[in-house]
């Protein structure tokens, strides 16, 4: 009786540690942690479909060919329960050993698989993985094992699920549906702390907004969907254009915004004129036509103009954008104080 | 007359893995919760509709099979097929089992099903 109370409250406490993990690699270390205090196994394994990661926890002596065959195991009654056929070798392994058995009762380095418990991971009738019990004994799970596994499989699914959606969430509050791009919610966020960052630190940030030239005539002349595959295309070749440690996002409509941390307003020049001449060269595959086109750019730089806030910094691109459109498009400008001057009515 | 008497064993065989799924509900959603049992379910159903068509009425949900519908779609069912969808359900039922937790639940299992298989044999023969 005493060893069910005990048993039942390292159950309570690793499913409350389930419940609270926020990402798989916490479910993973408080099952690794609390689950040897309930079981008796020699491999205890979370596969995950949606990232295609397998976690396994196991005794230090566990032999490679033993970790082999319970993978192999799991993929297999997975795809017995309608998920789908996975190969061991494309599922990435991250494998924790540690020291589960006294000395003496080390693994046999030819141990193979001789029982498990393994449980899908389901939500509302869907498949999100499995989890598995292995051990190198014979008949080493009873009733309550399987009893006790498949209250923390519960667990498990339902917070997984809850990752799930919270992923799906969030990606639509960030990224533009069409393009892929961050969205401009998202962009001003970003721009918030990289110009707070600047700020403080005095460290330079070029900010450049983009603008396809004349798109209306591509919407006009060939339709809405061509155009919105022209906006595509034109993203990816930002995407591609740009540093690792730089942000692209359409801010709407045909315009899009790059944010160049660590950058001087020379540099952030550069890297602009390079865009636009990549545009102006490049013949867009829209629908079935070829298509040119052509950006303007306008670039605001900190501390080079002196922008307190990112609102002045999207203002001043902003402003250097109208000139380059002003100036007869295909165009970077620069934002100068004159321009502001000229747009600024008194 | 024949007619009436089909009807008879047809509703006895139903009764019985009315009383058999019913068992089976019980003893393995106590083990692996309702959520992974109606999973199965489903899965085991899926995989038998093509032949047996009268098994896409049970309703599955977590709160058990119903075979309500069942009883009005298999009028026309010959008992034999009945006993014969429903014996492979169970078999489907038991080889899933047996995938998740080798002999752990079907050990529980076994010996409520088995006198259950031979019970509407018996019903069958009969006829």
Redesign the interface.
């Known amino acids: 009786m005493r060893l069910i109370f005990k048993n039942l409250n390292v159950l309570r406490s690793t499913i409350n540690a389930i419940s609270t993990s926020i990402e798989i690699k916490e479910i993973f270390a408080s099952a690794g942690n609390n689950l040897p205090n309930l079981f008796d196994f020699s491999s205890f394994g979370i596969f995950w479909k949606e990232d295609l990661l397998l976690f396994l926890f196991q005794e230090d002596s566990c032999p490679p060919p033993f970790t082999q065959e319970v993978v192999k195991n799991m993929l297999k009654?997975f795809s017995?329960?309608?998920g789908e056929s996975f190969e061991a070798d494309r599922i990435p392994l991250q494998i924790e050993k540690r020291k589960l058995r006294p000395k003496q009762m080390m693994m046999d380095p030819k141990a193979t698989l001789k029982?498990?418990?393994?449980?899908?991971l389901?939500?509302e009738?869907e498949?999100l993985g499995c989890i598995s019990l292995n051990n190198d004994q014979p008949?080493a799970?009873?009733?309550q094992?399987?009893?006790f596994l498949?209250?923390i499989?519960?667990q498990m699914?339902a917070t997984l699920k809850h990752f799930q959606r919270f992923s799906s969430i969030k990606n639509i509050s960030i990224y533009d549906p069409l393009t892929g791009l961050y969205n401009r919610r998202y962009i001003e966020e970003k721009l918030g702390g990289e110009a707070q960052k600047s700020f403080h630190r005095r460290t330079p940030l070029s900010l450049v907004m983009v603008d396809i030239d004349h798109f209306k005539k591509v919407n006009d002349t060939l339709g809405h969907t061509e155009g919105d595959q022209a906006l595509c295309k034109i993203s990816s070749l930002l995407k591609n254009s740009v540093r690792k440690k730089d942000t692209v996002a359409r801010y709407g409509g045909e315009e899009f915004i790059l944010i160049l941390p660590e950058t001087f307003l020379e540099e952030s020049f550069v890297i602009a004129e390079r865009i636009r001449r990549l545009v102006e060269n490049t013949s867009f595959e829209v629908g079935k036509a070829q298509v040119n086109l052509t950006v303007s750019m306008g670039i605001s730089n900190f501390p080079s103009h002196r922008a307190k806030s990112k609102e002045e910094l999207i203002r001043m691109a902003d402003q250097a954008l109208y000139d380059a459109k002003r100036g007869g498009r295909n165009k970077v400008c620069v934002f100068t104080e004159k321009s502001a001057q000229w747009t600024i009515p008194i | 007359m024949g007619d009436k008497g089909e009807k008879g064993s047809s509703d006895l065989v139903l009764d019985l893995y009315s009383n058999l799924i019913k068992e089976i509900w019980e003893v393995v959603s106590a083990l692996i919760g309702e959520a992974i049992l109606t999973f199965l379910f489903i899965l085991a159903i899926r995989k038998l509709e093509e032949k047996y068509s009268f098994l896409n009425s049970l309703k599955v949900s977590e709160e058990g099979v119903s075979l309500e519908r069942v009883r009005e779609d298999c009028r026309t069912v010959a008992p034999v097929e009945i006993h014969r969808g429903f014996q492979s359900l169970v078999n489907h039922l038991s080889h899933l089992f047996s995938a998740l937790a080798e002999g752990v639940i079907n050990k529980e299992l076994f010996p409520k099903v088995f006198p259950k298989f031979k019970e509407a044999e018996r019903i069958i023969s009969q006829k």
């Open positions: 009654v017995t329960l309608g029982s498990h418990l393994t449980l899908p389901t939500v009738g498949i008949n799970f009873d009733v094992d399987l009893q498949s209250v499989g519960y699914a």
